[in-house]
């Protein structure tokens, strides 16, 4: 299970409350990515980022944002600006030697109290 | 941007039937077509792809066909086994340069082999 670590597992946020969802990976990947995933809605990609300092919206970014300041780290903020962030969160990286071939972490369940 | 349709929400069979899932997508540049799947609490694993150059591939008791004429693609499992259970997920892509490939998913398919 090493390779891409997201933390913590279980995460509650508070009305109003910014919370971050941490991703590290040690694979040497240069793309990662942030999916959200609700029941019966597949994933849908939050924002990805190709390259150190560089990062790019996907299809839902609207209350969310990211930073790439180091390669092996992709940390995702749901800010108070998302109405729903109940959700389940998965990182995900690829790399050159890889392909198009997604490994992704194990997730983080946010929840709002 | 990419729309992928993915059939059935949930499938239901028999241990040794096989399972078929069908995906469409819209955009007829993409060109890249992986299969992932999801077991109970885990996270999304790669279980076979496809590329637009090619139209069957085969990897033992799974097998993936494309046909880009219909901008359709399917996923088969032969001799299913409880084991098989698992939420199973299509995507498309097309390659955007450097080391960046942008996946559009389908909603996903809950496949249940019954003993």
């Known amino acids: 299970d090493g390779g891409i670590t997201q933390s913590p597992k279980y995460l509650f946020r508070k009305e109003g409350q910014n919370v971050t969802l941490s991703c590290e990976q040690n694979l040497n990947h240069d793309a990662m990515y942030w999916y959200r995933q609700d029941p019966g809605q597949g994933l849908r990609l939050i924002y990805y980022?190709?390259?150190?300092?560089?990062?790019q919206k996907g299809d839902i970014a609207e209350g969310y944002s990211v930073s790439r300041e180091k390669k092996e780290s992709f940390p995702l903020t749901v800010t108070s600006a998302q109405k729903n962030p109940t959700a389940f969160y998965l990182c995900?990286?690829?790399?050159?030697?890889?392909?198009?071939?997604?490994?992704f972490g194990s997730g983080t369940q946010l929840s709002v109290l | 941007g990419e729309n992928v349709e993915q059939h059935p929400s949930t499938l239901s069979v028999q241990e040794g039937d096989s399972a078929v899932i069908k995906c469409t997508y819209s955009d007829s540049a993409s060109n890249y077509f992986p299969w992932y799947k999801q077991e109970l609490g885990k996270r999304p694993q790669l279980i076979i792809d496809i590329r637009s150059n090619v139209g069957e591939k085969k990897d033992q008791r799974i097998a993936v066909t494309l046909n880009k004429t219909a901008k359709h693609f399917s996923l088969h499992i032969t001799e299913t086994q409880p084991e098989d259970s698992a939420v199973y997920f299509c995507?498309?892509?097309?390659?955007?340069?450097?080391?960046?490939?942008?996946?559009?998913f389908g909603k996903g398919t809950l496949l249940t082999v019954n003993p």
């Open positions: 980022s190709q390259i150190v300092n560089d990062f």
């Open positions: 995507a498309a892509s097309k390659y955007s340069g450097g080391s960046n490939y942008k996946l559009t």
């Open positions: 995900a990286s690829t790399g050159f030697a890889t392909n198009e071939k997604l490994f």
